[in-house]
């Protein structure tokens, strides 16, 4: 009965969008109260029989429900619940609900919370946002159904992807589509924005929590999905630039540069049609991303099923939505206002190279994503781009974007001296200046020019976080030294930008002792012999084979010693015998100082193939990526921010600074 | 002018759209073949493990036997996917050799340490010039080559047990009676 219920309850939802795009649109028309409130009410009914779906889903992945196909094909009886609930979203269908849920669970949030905003703008977004939701939810029930029946019922499912059993990835889709779909928003603002013909200050200000809140979560995401990929798939690195990775990092990109626009138009009402064409760009990059990935029109080893069915209707929708907005823009965007204009050093022009490099970024990443495809296409040669490309394109244009981070927040609005700023930023300057010089007399002798390499990220490492704090140092700073008072006004969304900028430093530092310092050592042990790597002795203590829920592993104990500090470390492969998978749990002994990684092979003649790896600061990686999504969210809570928001009244309020 | 400027991200998109159209409708793994029917390109390699023989495109096309060329990469994802059929075909006998493509040694020695190594001989071409010679697009590519040395099928994308029953497998039965015959 539930995949029935769950089949209708979508069936109802896409009746619902279609009554709030209707009643959203007439409700901007007539500007009259009872539409706007029908468009409301129907966004948030849908997201409520959306969310009724999915909690049928999940729960015929809870019972074992073997009649739905898609459990059928993607739970096993022996599979642990956590995964079970997790396949609910570990697959095309699964996935695309998801999608939904999170899409109208927004669009509700955005019916629910206009009261700041100009009524006739708000129904406007609604209705728009409710077109967003008929495309979606028509993808879902035409070519997508969660719910189909598969008869008769089998007695056992196949199993989820044992990779994907892991909780790393209960986790990381839930977050990563939150912040794809959370550009929707932003994408319903811009085209709204378009067709009343008016963007002004306001603007910005109800969109930018939008913006904010959907970076955290695909910076979070990402953040999972990289670390999932560096324990789980056992290959010893944080990032693969495959194709699925880098559709996440394209949006993530755009959106980055949109949070710094954005800013711009909301503070100085400048950079209005760009900010705009932005918000179309990011959400579309999320749907280009997502889709095309699982379209067939890319390969990659993450893809789901190939179905150019499902291609063409994914395309017709990016063609509609995205063309639509963009046809729009075209029309519209050249008769509205320009722009405030402002001097060549200032913090508007500051912000706007910053807009530059990270389209340059995103330029890049996607022709490697997609040129491949284009050159298929003219000539006929099918070519791939691996690590390559990117390590010589990519990384040597972050390096000057990077070591330009500081001067942004330090430089004034409008206009301001060149000299001036840079005396703000003397310190850390002259800090990072000593690193370079420290770093590079100390590393030079030892690794030559990749020694120089090293100290250059570090310099840089260490010039983001001073020059971030650097910001907050001058604003405490008043006649009669550091004022307690200045610090306590301090609003949390300056907080919130010092933590982000202060993030990527952490992320440098790591990025460059990684590409620097990383060791890997592959040998062969039996039980009792040992090897070293990086000043460490690894000692194979036992292995032999150990049975878990579904899975058999092999599995190696390991002794590490370090200066005289013993810890052990398990390691397994994984054999899923309903699937045939196999698995790789590499064993990771964590420091601050970085990170000791083993990942076990076959055995011969009694011994154990052993990689080993030295990673140091690599765990900085992601805890810089944390540092930047919590200094989002910071921002996020930031009180005189979150004007555009509903109330989450749930949000802690007592800690906000008066 | 104005106004095409405007227009042009639309302009843009719809192109985006027809190349993804087009893109849908092929096989991304269907490769044209230019290099086949003729003979092996000449190259000559260090051996990626130092000390063992060199890998010389004339040494291949002498020995009168069939035999696959695969080029890899210890960077490429979908190498490490089909690895464990190459394992498995070098065991059943099927003369395979490898060319690191591109790839630092000591990353492509690793990688096959920590795997078992299903190739007779590997070469090490960091710089690509083999690859260039061959025609690599990416990796991983295989290339089956007849007793003469002449080129006889290309295989781009990894090999799996699909593609080796319909494609490389009977091809390779074929240039074996060629070779007895």
Redesign the interface.
């Known amino acids: 009965m539930g995949a029935e219920i769950g089949h209708f309850a979508l069936i109802l939802a896409l009746l619902l969008a279609i009554a709030q795009a209707g009643f959203g649109a007439l409700g901007h028309r007539r500007l009259d109260p009872a539409l706007m409130a029908a468009a409301n009410v129907s966004a948030i009914a849908q997201a409520g029989f959306v969310a009724l779906a999915f909690g049928l889903l999940m729960q015929a992945f809870a019972v074992h429900d073997f009649s739905v196909a898609l459990v059928a094909s993607h739970s096993h009886s022996l599979q642990p619940f956590a995964y079970r609930l997790a396949a609910t979203w570990g697959n095309h269908e699964g996935s695309m609900l998801l999608w939904v849920l999170i899409l109208s669970g927004f669009s509700a949030m955005v019916a629910a919370g206009g009261k700041t905003m100009r009524p006739g703008f708000h129904s406007l977004v609604v209705a728009v946002l409710g077109l967003l939701a008929i495309a979606f939810l028509a993808f879902l029930l035409f070519t997508s159904n969660p719910f189909a029946r598969l008869f008769p019922a089998p007695l056992e499912g196949s199993e989820l992807n044992p990779l994907l059993q892991d909780p790393g990835l209960v986790f990381h889709p839930p977050l990563l589509y939150v912040g794809y779909v959370g550009f929707s928003v932003a994408f319903a603002f811009a085209t709204a924005a378009l067709i009343e013909g008016r963007v002004d200050a306001a603007w910005a200000r109800w969109v930018r929590p939008w913006i904010l809140a959907a970076w955290v979560a695909l910076t979070l995401g990402i953040t999972l999905g990289s670390f999932w990929a560096y324990y789980e798939l056992g290959?010893g690195g944080w990032w693969?630039w495959?194709p699925v990775e880098n559709a996440a990092l394209l949006p993530w990109l755009l959106g980055t540069a949109l949070l710094h626009s954005a800013l711009v138009l909301e503070k100085r009402g400048a950079l209005i049609?760009w900010t705009i064409?932005l918000a179309?760009?990011t959400f579309?990059m999320s749907m280009v991303g997502t889709f095309?990935v699982r379209?067939?029109?890319?390969?990659s080893?993450h893809a789901f099923a190939v179905d150019?069915e499902r291609?063409?209707f994914i395309?017709m929708l990016?063609?509609v939505s995205?063309?639509g907005a963009?046809?729009l823009?075209?029309w519209r965007?050249?008769t509205m206002r320009s722009g405030a204009m402002f001097s060549a050093i200032s913090r508007e022009s500051a912000l706007t190279l910053n807009n530059l490099f990270l389209m340059a970024a995103t330029l890049v990443v996607f022709l490697g994503t997609?040129w491949?495809?284009?050159i298929?296409?003219v000539t006929?040669?099918?070519?791939?781009?691996?690590?390559?490309y990117y390590n010589r394109i990519f990384a040597p244009m972050m390096i000057p974007f990077l070591a330009l981070v500081p001067f942004g927040p330090m430089l004034r609005w409008k206009s301001d001296e060149w000299r001036a700023v840079a005396s703000r930023l003397k310190a850390p300057l002259l800090l990072a200046g000593l690193v370079l010089l420290a770093a590079a007399a100390a590393s030079f002798a030892t690794f030559g020019w990749r020694g120089l390499g090293a100290a250059l990220g570090f310099a840089l490492a260490v010039w983001l976080v001073a020059g971030s704090f650097a910001l907050l140092l001058r604003r405490w700073r008043s006649e009669s030294g550091l004022s307690a008072r200045l610090v306590r006004t301090t609003p949390l969304s300056t907080w919130g930008m010092v933590a982000g900028h202060a993030g990527i430093g952490v992320m440098v530092a790591g990025i460059t002792a990684m590409a620097v310092f990383a060791t890997?050592?592959?040998v062969a042990l039996a039980p009792g012999e040992n090897a070293s790597i990086s000043g460490r002795t690894v000692t194979l203590q036992s292995a032999g084979v150990v049975q878990g829920p579904n899975y058999q592993a092999l599995q190696a104990r390991f002794l590490i010693e370090h200066n005289g500090k013993p810890r052990t470390l398990v390691s397994e492969r994984r054999l899923y015998p309903a699937s045939g998978n196999t698995t790789t749990e590499a064993g990771i002994a964590a420091s601050i100082s970085g990170i000791t990684y083993i990942?076990i092979?076959?055995e011969?003649n009694g011994r154990l193939?052993v990689?080993l790896y030295r990673h140091p600061l690599v765990g900085w990686i992601w805890v810089g990526a944390l540092i930047v999504a919590f200094g989002g969210a910071l921002a996020l809570a930031d009180r005189r921010f979150r004007a555009g928001l509903p109330a989450i009244s749930a949000a802690p309020r007592v800690a906000l600074p008066a | 002018m104005k106004r095409a400027v405007f227009l042009a991200p639309l302009g843009l998109l719809l192109l985006l759209l027809l190349a993804f159209a087009m893109g849908l409708g092929r096989d991304p793994k269907e490769l044209p073949s230019a290099l086949v029917g003729q003979p092996l390109p000449a190259f000559a390699l260090d051996a990626l493990e130092p000390g063992s023989a060199p890998l010389a495109s004339a040494a291949l096309a002498k020995d009168g036997e069939p035999k696959l060329i695969n080029v890899f990469a210890s960077w490429c994802t979908s190498c490490r996917a089909e690895h464990g059929k190459l394992v498995q075909l070098a065991a059943e006998g099927v003369p395979i050799y490898g060319i690191d493509w591109k790839d630092e040694p000591a990353a492509g020695r690793a990688y096959l340490a920590e795997r078992s190594n299903p190739f007779r001989a590997v070469g090490s071409d960091p710089s690509g010039r083999a690859g260039v010679e061959l025609g690599v697009t990416g990796t991983p590519e295989t290339f089956l080559i007849d007793g003469k040395g002449v080129v006889r099928m290309r295989h781009a994308g990894p090999i799996d047990e699909q593609v080796w029953q319909t494609k490389l497998g009977p091809m390779l039965e074929q240039l074996r009676a060629e070779a007895r015959a």
């Open positions: 290959w693969f495959d049609s064409l179309i760009l579309s095309l379209s067939g029109v890319l390969t080893v150019p291609g063409i395309l990016i063609a995205t063309g963009l046809a823009f075209g965007a050249p997609f491949p495809l284009v298929d296409l006929g040669n099918k070519i791939s781009v691996g690590p390559p890997s050592e592959v990942a092979g076959d011969t193939a990689h």
